[in-house]
């Protein structure tokens, strides 16, 4: 028998045993006798005021039936709300029932889509469509403004339209590519006759040159195939002529209608470049025609640079040869010159030449005069060719007065 004691609150039990495995498994997992007696304690409590709280007396197979009772209720007539909620939810999705939510959404919904048809529907004049084609008619439609523009953008025939533009754009490419073949091919059948002339041209410059170097002891060489002192491109300057004294006279041959005098394309500036090209004192322009400006003539001296008029027949360039010759060599030896007696005969030399030329001119126009025009020419040309010879001993009679003064 177990002894049992209460006092103020308290419970002391005596030789109290209790055969429950899932009580001893509780009590096992406490660390010591201390846990295990507050544990118990709790548990004595718990049960006691469970007891109390559900009637006193009632057993504990009792109690479970009851629980067990109440939670069976309760789940039966959480079933029976949930199958009723259900049912309801079914009989509002069922489309089949006209009073259900999806029959009266899906009736609803053909409704709006009725409407919409018939509101877009094109063979209908009072829908949105309807409309809206009608108005596309009026726009693009036969005599609409957008086909009378379209057909004044595109009509080739009207000079403001874009297309009339197009095709004017094009027929002045056309034209112009016309006009420049046309001309590229004037100038390729001028060129190659052109080419024919200065060949023919150059033969007989080349072969006055080589006769007045025989006359002053000079060599003549074809330089206008060969590079010169300027670059790998340059090849200006024809022939060089080198006089016996080393001096050296770059020459320059043409056969063309017109040539510029001054400017960086200008005669003058192509003889520097020639005599720069070939290293050369002096340079020389002969021309086969007329081609200077009116203020040259057929002689004229641009101080180291001579241009001459000569059509082969070898009188202007062997006078234009001679004057180089003699400046040179008085530029070689510093000689002291008359500026005013060479000035006057400069002078007479170019009236001369004009007079030569003209003749010239006239014995090749007039056959009835060649007899009368040869002599005049031929007393011509030894007047020109002794006032060269004159002109050289004065600048060589200079160049000795010069050395005596020195002395």
């Given amino acids: 028998m177990s002894t049992i004691r209460v006092a103020a609150g308290t419970v002391e039990i005596d030789g109290f045993s209790v055969h429950d495995q899932l009580l001893a498994d509780l009590l096992t997992r406490q660390p010591d006798d201390q846990a295990r007696a507050a544990l118990l304690e709790?548990?004595?409590t718990t049960g006691a005021r469970g007891i109390t709280s559900m009637g006193i007396g009632l057993e504990l197979s009792e109690v479970d039936q009851r629980v067990a009772a109440a939670i069976a209720s309760a789940l039966n007539e959480f079933e029976r709300t949930v199958a009723g909620g259900l049912d309801h939810l079914t009989g509002q999705l069922d489309p089949e029932q006209r009073s259900s939510v999806v029959a009266r959404t899906l009736q609803e919904l053909a409704t709006v889509q009725s409407q919409l048809l018939s509101g877009i529907d094109p063979n209908r004049a009072d829908s949105q469509g309807g409309v809206l084609i009608g108005r596309l008619q009026e726009l693009f439609g036969p005599g609409g403004p957008v086909a009378q523009r379209l057909h004044e953008a595109l009509d080739p025939a009207a000079s403001g339209s874009v297309l009339g533009q197009g095709f004017a754009s094009i027929r002045q490419e056309i034209n112009a590519l016309r006009d420049?073949?046309?001309?590229?091919?004037?100038?390729r059948w001028e060129a190659e006759r052109g080419t024919a002339k200065g060949v023919d041209f150059e033969e007989q410059v080349e072969a006055a040159l080589r006769s007045a170097a025989r006359a002053l002891g000079a060599i003549v060489e074809h330089t206008g195939r060969t590079t010169g002192s300027l670059g790998a491109a340059a090849k200006v300057?024809?022939?060089l002529f080198t006089l016996p004294n080393g001096c050296r006279?770059?020459?320059e041959v043409k056969n063309q209608r017109s040539i510029s005098l001054a400017g960086a394309q200008g005669v003058l500036a192509e003889l520097d470049r020639a005599a720069a090209n070939r290293q050369a004192e002096g340079a020389l322009c002969i021309s086969a025609t007329d081609a200077?400006?009116?203020?040259v003539g057929?002689?004229?001296v641009f101080g180291h640079r001579v241009l001459v008029v000569d059509d082969g027949e070898g009188t202007m360039i062997w006078v234009g040869l001679r004057w180089l010759a003699a400046s040179l060599s008085a530029q070689a030896g510093s000689e002291a010159i008359d500026l005013a007696a060479m000035a006057d005969r400069l002078q007479r030399l170019r009236t001369l030449c004009q007079k030569f030329t003209s003749q010239k001119s006239a014995l090749t126009d007039i056959a009835k005069s060649v007899g009368k025009v040869s002599e005049g020419?031929?007393?011509m040309r030894e007047e020109v060719i002794s006032l060269v010879d004159d002109?050289?001993?004065h600048v060589a009679a200079g160049t000795a007065s010069q050395s005596r003064l020195t002395a």
């Fill in 298 to 300: 057929p002689f004229g």
């Fill in 391 to 393: 002109l050289s001993r």
């Fill in 377 to 379: 020419l031929g007393e």
């Fill in 249 to 251: 006279i770059a020459i």
């Fill in 42 to 44: 709790r548990v004595v």
């Fill in 180 to 187: 420049h073949l046309n001309q590229d091919l004037g100038r």
């Fill in 292 to 295: 200077y400006p009116q203020e």
């Fill in 237 to 239: 300057g024809d022939y």
